[in-house]
């Protein structure tokens, strides 16, 4: 019988998001190999398998990050740097595995979520998406209800809430709802 292999995505190895992905890579589950948690920010507890902020310059992430909050793609740009951590991942992926990728808390300028789908296609790997907020289905309003708005049931357009966690300098809320 294969194992199954989860691998999880967080910007953060900590608060949170990151204790949960924390938790969940400590998992001992017979049936499953390791757990591999990739992480996009600076490691804080050291506890992911792979962070990409220790796998790319200064350059590289001070560029993708004005990119992330100029144009509101936050979890959309960081192309070169999660196609590495794919890459090195596949190394530590056997192939009888049967995969799972569990995708929480993106909102980095580091990943790029359709790099992480394309791996998941190519590798038949089934995904699990934790909505620990609302920003992948509005235009970026992580909590639509605290702001008491229902434009996400239609089209996000301006946000009150850009200068929100993730910042976006450039209200590009539409393009991206």
């Not at 900590?14 to 190999?33: D, E, F, H, K």
């Not at 740097?81 to 993106?106: C, G, R, Y």
Request: glycine share 4%.
């Amino acid at each position: 019988m294969n194992k199954k292999r989860v691998i999880i995505f967080n910007s953060f190895d900590y608060g949170s998001t990151g204790v949960l992905c924390n938790y969940l890579s400590q998992a001992n589950i017979p049936t499953y190999n390791k757990p591999l948690f990739i992480c996009s920010n600076s490691p804080k507890t050291h506890q992911a398998d792979y962070y990409l902020y220790e796998n790319t310059s200064k350059f590289y992430r001070k560029f993708q990050s004005i990119i992330a909050k100029r144009f509101n793609k936050y979890g959309f740009v960081g192309k070169k740097a999660t196609k590495k951590a794919l890459k090195n991942i596949n190394k530590m992926v056997l192939p009888e595995d049967d995969l799972i990728i569990s995708i929480h808390q993106i909102e980095s300028s580091l990943f790029c979520l359709s790099e992480i789908i394309r791996f998941a296609k190519n590798k038949k790997a089934r995904i699990f998406i934790t909505l620990h907020d609302c920003w992948l289905f509005t235009g970026k309003c992580p909590y639509f209800d605290i702001a008491g708005c229902k434009k996400w049931m239609s089209e996000c357009d301006i946000c009150n809430y850009k200068n929100d966690f993730p910042i976006t300098s450039k209200s590009n809320i539409k393009k991206s709802y």
